[in-house]
């Protein structure tokens, strides 16, 4: 745990809050401009999503794959080479209206900034059963794209009923056998179009009016208990995979009074660029991102605002040299 220190008068040119492949990419490249950026990777969330993966395998660079863990290691050396400092602490407050920003971190330090970079990701939602965490990088997963390969010729579940779901399940079926999709309620919420694609595809099928109560195996998940919503009855399904799709929510409990957001809850920033709704302040990853919620294109939005950081930073001194 990093020791409290006292509030000074110096200001940092940019202070990031959150880790992650954004965070990261976003304090190399602002290291390597000189811009001297401290990154507070929170006490548990450092990181990011991928501390939680095991393999990935579609992260440019890497031929036979990588750690989630390992990944986010090396990203985080590379930004303390150049120079970024990195602290373990969770941002309790900021005031991004402020001239300079100020952020106050859970131990009582207080820094001030000319610019912050937000990118405190996302959360994926979870059932919240019994089994759930213990079997997750071990048969259960919140993200196709990133796990479905492991999982060629298997039987596998989705849980979910919205286009998210129904995407999850038309790419699982390019590696699975069967792909069973769990939903609570009788009819799917996905868009006309995604609901019939999946509807018609002949490796998906459907278990209404179903929840999930809770996952039994091993060491890996071989299990799911399930009940019928509507006539209480309980049952069992086998199965290797589990992968929930039911909604994931963008961390903007810090910032949702003071910055404008989409209505799915994300940063709204003017793209292409990472520019919020305060000048000065930058966000990037998937706290910005509802869609994609890929390592490599929350890497890329890290550089974007980081970039953009330096030519708001250039801007201000020039006009501050031109009122002299």
């Given amino acids: 745990m990093t020791e409290a220190v006292e509030s000074t008068d110096a200001v940092r040119d940019v202070v ?28 548990v969330t450092a990181g990011g999503e991928l501390m939680n993966t095991t393999d990935v395998e579609n ?44 952020v106050t971190l859970g131990n009582g330090s207080v820094y001030r900034a000319h610019s912050v970079i937000l990118s405190t990701g996302s959360a994926y939602r979870e059932l919240g ?15 196709a794209t990133c796990d479905g390969f492991f999982f ?29 999709v769990i939903h609570r309620r009788d009819e799917l919420r996905a868009s006309k179009t995604m609901a019939n694609r999946a509807l018609a595809h002949e490796k998906i099928r459907f278990v209404w009016d179903t929840e ?27 199965v290797t995979g589990l992968f929930v799709a ?45 869609t994609y919620r890929q390592a490599i294109t929350a890497a890329g939005s890290g550089c974007i605002a980081a970039q953009d950081v330096e030519h708001y930073l250039a801007d201000v001194k020039e006009l501050a040299a031109s009122a002299v």
């Fill in 16 to 43: 990031i809050i959150g880790s992650g492949p954004a965070g990261y990419t976003a304090a190399i490249y602002a290291a390597r401009a000189s811009l001297n950026p401290l990154v507070v990777a929170g006490s």
């Fill in 59 to 102: 992260f440019p660079g890497f031929p036979e794959g990588i750690l989630g863990p390992e990944l986010m290691s090396q990203l985080e050396q590379q930004a303390t080479r150049f120079g970024a400092e990195v602290q373990y602490e969770d941002v309790t407050e900021v005031d991004l209206k402020a001239s300079p920003k100020v």
């Fill in 129 to 143: 059963v019994e089994g759930e965490k213990r079997f997750s990088g071990h048969g259960v997963s919140w993200c």
């Fill in 152 to 180: 060629r010729d298997q039987n596998i579940a989705v849980v979910g009923g919205g286009d998210s779901a129904m995407e999850e399940a038309l790419f699982l079926t390019k590696f699975a056998s069967t792909v069973t």
């Fill in 212 to 238: 999930v109560t809770g996952l039994e195996g091993g060491e890996k998940l071989k299990t799911l208990n399930l009940r019928n919503l509507k006539t209480g009855e309980e049952s069992s399904m086998d």
């Fill in 246 to 290: 039911v909604g994931s929510d963008p961390r903007t409990a810090l910032v949702k009074d003071q910055l404008n957001l989409n209505p799915d809850g994300t940063i709204h920033v003017e793209h292409p660029s990472s520019r919020t709704s305060l000048p000065g302040v930058f966000a990037a990853g998937d706290v910005t991102d509802p």
